[in-house]
């Protein structure tokens, strides 16, 4: 039988940038396929052209041995290919038949389509245990509910294959766990589904071949069964990366940042954070997991002062910090520095120069420039050091931020905070969406920092990040603070329990 | 989904425009076919009215000088993220703050009014411009609507005062007394004849000199000083500036009070360097010219500078076409600007990507 999707000899570029060079890759029927791969390998732009968004430069893209030109997702659909996209893409007041119905109404009227939705919803229930209420609104559900929701809607569309980009970025891990269950009865069935991932453990634990990809060229296709995490990350980045970097054990020193009984209500007026204390000792690292989305974001931004607290009370190196001096400009002074979550929307100016963004926060010190006047020579060239010891690439500091790679901003923004000797760093997602050799860099840096003294408060929804790097962990669950572990005596099933909001009372 | 457009800079600051500026000539030209006027002929005469003449050439730059002006202060407003449509009644604000100060400090030396007459201007237009600055910051009032409401106060409040309060009692028109003598700003071909120098009478005075000069400070503060930074970061990225420490509502309102002490230059070059008293509509509408200007200079002094003059060209240049072919009257000339106006601020995005698309074309083929 012939292979469920063919690609052969696609090539893509946009403008001077390759993004897929000669790229082959045939997915067996029934199989679970994994893609894997650096950012900016090229797998978004090759499943982009598999799912129709962009057309192939040359090649050709065969389904079920047949041919086919894919110009528009209506094009994959009816060549029975299916996507679950990161960013889900659901009308959230609708119900659940409403949004699988969408894009497939049936006539003018409604109900006569909605009762044939129903009915295959129903069979798609039986057959695959995709149990789901079909009257609920999408708002309603849970994130994991919402991606069943979406992998419904392809399948109610006909898909044979099932594109799902980083679908387990924003689950728990008990509802991970679901969703591979329900892969794996969905290969049973017959479908066969393509998996894109950066983390190797969802490799190798559900897929049955795995391809990876290297600066747009598609470097190995391997049985599952014969490979292994180190190899896999070796065929990614081209050399050989440590994926967890040794730390040593190490008593912490004073406390430094101490949060007590902490409230946080956002601009909607919802409780955000829910009495959450926690302290950060010099030469310490405290991660905090938990699910993205649950409080853990407000509470570093409050911590910093960009957001006010509506009870509780902060003290920094002993020193209670009145309302007043609680603002991002003061805790800077103080030595309270902050790698913010997200570099793009709050860490980084993308329009400006990277040397422009590479002092942001700190445009008042005043050997930065001559009075009210910025020297830029003196900026490009801290920067250009920076850039050298950080190796960001390219090291070119007038080159507009925006276009520099996730990794590189993620250093950019490191080096902005590092270098000014934090005593306590906040640091927000600091490899999301950073290359994996740059991550092996970015936790090196992390733990000497931590070596030197530095209280660092890590939030991180990558498990296995928060373990590797911590010495105490937090969990938090709906704005609450769940459950602290150190992280020698604890696990991933332990964890995952306290970030699903099971507490030790009720344990 | 949509790449963004990445194409060299002098592309984007010279080479779209020019495209924008060449389109909107061409579709202007067959405007002018179809009224059935010869579109070479008519843009002789706008070419021979504005730059053909020592005397349109005054003209030409006098215009520009007004355009410079409204032009930064759009500019700096964009720079945080605002779009100040206010030019018109800060102006207008601005000539009254002229016409207090001059008309009523007889006591004061004369070569301090001509200072105290711009400072007035500008303080007058900076306050028309605060109030909006504050409510858009501490309210959340949209600035476009608030600066649109402001230029009707203005202009009302204007005419109010110009008929009730400030007339000469024994003139019939709504304007003041003349300013003193010692504020009148010196017209250039004064200032060239102080030097010997003959040059053909016009309009155009010293301000222009002012206006280059804040061209300059405005660059500097933009682009190279702390407050320029602070501006920036909130207009391209407000959360960002949150993270900063920057506070977004300090910077709207000192955005806005620059904003509006710029647009009361228009003010200086018309009141105290041209007409010598406040008058009525003395503004022409050139506040709203100034958003046109801001855009096509992309919203860069330099580019000011040079969307200033062609806009200067096209008003000089105008008029004296409307004078020599009739069939092609003033509100013409308008739909003209008009045409300038859409291709280089509103359809501006169109020519960027098909000029990107057009230079990318021979790396594709080398790659």
């Known amino acids: 039988m012939s292979p469920a999707i063919e690609l052969i000899a696609i090539n893509k570029s946009f403008g001077a940038v390759h993004a897929n060079k000669d790229v082959n890759l045939s997915v067996e029927r029934g199989t679970i396929h994994g893609i894997v791969g650096e950012n900016g390998a090229g797998k978004s732009t090759l499943m982009s052209i598999l799912y129709g968004f962009y057309e192939a430069d040359s090649g050709e893209i065969r389904v079920s041995g047949k041919p086919t030109r894919i110009r528009s997702s209506n094009d994959a659909i009816n060549a029975g290919i299916g996507m679950v996209h990161q960013h889900f893409m659901l009308v959230e007041p609708l119900t659940v038949v409403e949004n699988v119905m969408l894009g497939a109404e049936g006539g003018a009227m409604l109900r006569a389509g909605e009762a044939k939705v129903r009915k295959e919803l129903a069979r798609l229930a039986k057959d695959y245990g995709l149990e789901i209420d079909v009257d609920a609104t999408v708002a309603e559900l849970s994130v994991g509910l919402q991606q069943r929701v979406e992998i419904l809607k392809a399948l109610y569309r006909g898909a044979d294959t099932l594109i799902l980009d980083e679908p387990t970025a924003v689950l728990t891990p008990p509802e991970a766990d679901a969703l591979f269950e329900l892969l794996r009865s969905l290969k049973q069935q017959g479908k066969t589904v393509i998996l894109i991932t950066h983390k190797l453990r969802e490799i190798m634990a559900i897929t049955d071949r795995v391809s990876v990809m290297r600066r747009g060229e598609m470097v190995a296709t391997v049985e599952t069964a014969n490979t292994s995490p180190p190899e896999l990350a070796e065929l990614m980045v081209g050399r050989r990366v440590l994926l967890r970097v040794e730390k040593t054990e190490k008593a912490p020193g004073a406390p430094m940042l101490e949060v007590q009984n902490l409230s946080v209500v956002d601009a909607r007026g919802v409780l955000r954070v829910a009495d959450a204390s926690l302290t950060v000792h010099a030469g310490e690292i405290v991660g905090i997991a938990g699910v993205a989305g649950n409080g853990q974001s407000e509470l570093l931004e409050a911590i910093a002062g960009m957001r006010r607290p509506v009870l509780g009370s902060v003290r920094f190196e002993g020193q209670n910090i009145g309302a007043a001096d609680h603002n991002p400009h003061q805790m800077r002074k103080l030595g309270l520095l902050h790698v913010p979550e997200d570099r793009l929307r709050m860490g980084l100016v993308p329009a400006f120069p990277a040397f422009e963004s590479a002092i942001l926060g700190f445009s008042e010190e005043p050997q930065l420039g001559c009075g009210p006047i910025l020297d830029h020579d003196r900026l490009v060239a801290d920067l250009a050091r920076k850039m050298e010891q950080y190796d960001v690439r390219p090291p070119a500091p007038r080159l507009k931020t925006s276009n520099f790679s996730g990794g590189n901003q993620q250093k950019i923004v490191l080096a902005r905070e590092i270098e000014r000797n934090p005593k306590v760093l906040l640091v927000g997602q600091p490899t999301r969406g950073v290359d994996i050799g740059a991550i092996e860099f970015i936790h090196r840096r992390l733990i000497a920092l931590r070596d030197a003294g530095v209280g660092i408060l890590l939030v991180s929804v990558e498990l296995d990040e928060i373990m590797h790097l911590s010495d105490r962990i937090l969990t938090m669950c709906g704005g609450k603070i769940t459950g602290e572990r150190k992280a020698s005596e604890t696990n991933e099933q332990d964890l995952g329990l306290l970030m699903a909001g099971v507490t030790d009372e009720a344990a | ?367």
Do not use: C
């Open chain 2, 1 to 367: 989904m949509s790449a963004p457009i990445e194409m060299p800079k002098w592309a984007d600051t010279i080479l779209v425009p020019a495209v924008s500026v060449v389109t909107a000539f061409l579709i202007a030209g067959l405007v002018v076919l179809s009224i059935g006027e010869n579109p070479l002929t008519a843009t002789r005469y706008l070419l021979q009215g504005s730059l053909g003449t020592g005397e349109g050439l005054g003209f030409t730059l006098f215009y520009a000088t007004d355009f410079i002006f409204v032009g930064l202060a759009v500019a700096v407003a964009y720079h945080a993220g605002l779009f100040n449509i206010g030019g018109e009644g800060q102006a207008t604000l601005a000539g009254l703050g002229i016409a207090l100060a001059l008309n009523n400090l007889p006591f004061l030396p004369g070569f301090l009014l001509i200072p105290i007459g711009i400072l007035a201007a500008a303080a007058f237009g900076a306050a028309w411009a605060a109030i909006p600055g504050y409510l858009q910051a501490k309210r959340g009032s949209h600035i476009v609507i608030t600066t649109i409401m402001f230029n009707w106060l203005a202009s009302v409040l204007i005419v109010y005062l110009l008929v009730n309060v400030l007339r000469e009692p024994q003139s019939m028109s709504p304007e003041t007394r003349a300013f003193p003598e010692a504020s009148q700003i010196p017209f250039m071909h004064d200032v060239f004849a102080w030097f010997g120098v003959t040059i053909p009478a016009s309009q155009l005075n010293l301000t222009l000199v002012l206006a280059l000069i804040s061209a300059y400070l405005i660059w500097l503060l933009i682009y190279r000083s702390r407050l320029g930074y602070a501006i920036r970061v909130v207009g391209s990225n407000p959360t960002a500036a949150v993270y900063a420490g920057i506070s977004p509502a300090r910077i709207i309102i000192i955005a806005m009070v620059l904003s509006g002490a710029l647009a009361g230059g228009l003010a200086v070059n018309e009141l105290m360097g041209y007409q010598h008293r406040l008058l009525l509509e003395f503004t022409s509408g050139y506040g709203f010219v100034g958003i046109a200007v801001a855009l096509m200079g992309r919203a860069h002094p330099v580019g000011i500078i040079l969307a200033s003059l062609l806009f200067g060209i096209l008003y000089q240049g105008g008029a004296e076409l409307a004078f020599e072919q009739p069939a092609i009257t003033r509100d013409m000339v308008v739909v003209i600007g008009g045409i300038i106006i859409l291709f280089a601020g509103a359809l501006d995005g169109l020519f960027r990507r098909l000029v990107a698309h057009l230079l990318s074309r021979p790396k594709l083929a080398g790659a």
